[in-house]
């Protein structure tokens, strides 16, 4: 099958521009250079910055598919008859596309913590857990924990913070059978790329997951292990006590904290150092992963 077969503009991410098939069963999906943060897309694109996620994407889907399936059908679809409407030109495309099938998503957010860090060490500073789950005594920011944990959260609305709950809670939302399987799925997918990763000079921090079924069987979608859905950070500079650099969308967090944006609209632009360091963040964290291409 290829993106020929027809296809309509169905939605629009912040990251990702969604088109459904005409026979309601796949998708072809485009990863944009636009950038998020604090849940609102920013007004300036990082270059290259979706060819880069999808070629990681890509490859950590290829690298589990023994662990679960996934929602790829075709990594190079074939475009050249595609009428795009004026949202893409045919040039644009290449390298950001993959055809997928259509899953329904499940409603909670799949998140697997490996270290202290982000919303988990701000949770635990004030309550000693994070998501229910009581952690030992006297951990500082940024340390690694006995053992990765499962942390799930809601999918917010658009405009809206996700917000982390208990395991409970996931299980109320979507089943307890569903719940204890993405529970240990994930669990599986951070252990793998974890030491993948961890190899090449990355420590994967934290990541997010979603899942979607099909038929009533779990499956994989959206992304993986990319600088957007995961923390990265260089293995031979971590040091616990401290938010190490990264690499990913942190570098333009920490700029936006930095000059003290409130948070709400209009989202302020970037300077050029920051987006050029940016895209140089993802383009390092690709070719330490999978190499230069």
Same mark, same amino acid.
Request: proline share 6%.
């Given at each position: 099958?290829?993106?020929?077969?027809?296809?309509?503009?169905?939605?629009?991410?912040?990251?990702?521009?969604?088109?459904?098939?005409?026979?309601?069963?796949?998708?072809?999906?485009?990863?944009?250079?636009?950038?998020?943060?604090?849940?609102?897309?920013?007004?300036?694109?990082?270059?290259?910055?979706?060819?880069?996620?999808?070629?990681?994407?890509?490859?950590?889907?290829?690298?589990?598919?023994?662990?679960?399936?996934?929602?790829?059908?075709?990594?190079?679809?074939?475009?050249?008859?595609?009428?795009?409407?004026?949202?893409?030109?045919?040039?644009?495309?290449?390298?950001?596309?993959?055809?997928?099938?259509?899953?329904?998503?499940?409603?909670?957010?799949?998140?697997?913590?490996?270290?202290?860090?982000?919303?988990?060490?701000?949770?635990?500073?004030?309550?000693?857990?994070?998501?229910?789950?009581?952690?030992?005594?006297?951990?500082?920011?940024?340390?690694?924990?006995?053992?990765?944990?499962?942390?799930?959260?809601?999918?917010?609305?658009?405009?809206?913070?996700?917000v982390n709950i208990s395991f409970e809670k996931a299980e109320q939302i979507v089943g307890v059978e569903i719940a204890h399987k993405v529970r240990d799925i994930s669990l599986r997918l951070y252990n793998h790329a974890a030491g993948f990763a961890k190899q090449r000079g990355i420590i994967i921090a934290d990541t997010k997951f979603e899942f979607g079924?099909?038929?009533?069987?779990?499956?994989?979608?959206?992304?993986?292990?990319?600088?957007?859905?995961?923390?990265?950070?260089?293995?031979?500079?971590?040091?616990?006590?401290? *938010?190490?650099? *990264?690499?990913?969308?942190?570098?333009?967090?920490?700029?936006?904290?930095?000059?003290?944006?409130?948070?709400?609209?209009?989202?302020?632009?970037?300077?050029?150092?920051?987006?050029?360091?940016?895209?140089?963040?993802?383009?390092?964290?690709?070719?330490?992963?999978?190499?230069?291409?």
């Amino acid at each position: 099958m290829t993106a020929t077969a027809g296809f309509k503009f169905l939605r629009q991410g912040k990251v990702r521009d969604v088109y459904i098939c005409s026979d309601d069963h796949h998708l072809l999906i485009v990863a944009s250079d636009r950038i998020s943060a604090f849940d609102h897309v920013l007004p300036n694109a990082i270059p290259g910055k979706g060819a880069m996620l999808t070629r990681l994407s890509n490859f950590w889907f290829d690298r589990t598919t023994d662990i679960i399936d996934n929602h790829i059908v075709d990594k190079n679809p074939v475009l050249e008859d595609w009428v795009d409407n004026e949202r893409w030109r045919r040039e644009e495309l290449a390298q950001r596309t993959v055809l997928v099938k259509k899953a329904k998503p499940l409603a909670i957010e799949a998140i697997v913590r490996g270290y202290l860090v982000g919303s988990g060490w701000n949770e635990y500073r004030h309550t000693g857990c994070v998501c229910g789950i009581e952690l030992p005594k006297g951990l500082i920011e940024a340390d690694r924990l006995p053992e990765p944990i499962f942390t799930p959260s809601t999918k917010a609305d658009a405009g809206a913070h996700d917000v982390n709950i208990s395991f409970e809670k996931a299980e109320q939302i979507v089943g307890v059978e569903i719940a204890h399987k993405v529970r240990d799925i994930s669990l599986r997918l951070y252990n793998h790329a974890a030491g993948f990763a961890k190899q090449r000079g990355i420590i994967i921090a934290d990541t997010k997951f979603e899942f979607g079924l099909i038929g009533g069987e779990l499956i994989l979608i959206d992304e993986i292990f990319t600088p957007d859905s995961s923390r990265f950070w260089p293995a031979d500079t971590y040091r616990p006590g401290m *938010s190490p650099p *990264s690499f990913d969308k942190q570098f333009v967090r920490d700029y936006l904290e930095k000059i003290q944006w409130d948070k709400q609209p209009p989202a302020p632009e970037l300077p050029a150092d920051v987006i050029s360091k940016t895209a140089e963040k993802y383009a390092e964290a690709l070719n330490r992963l999978i190499g230069k291409q």
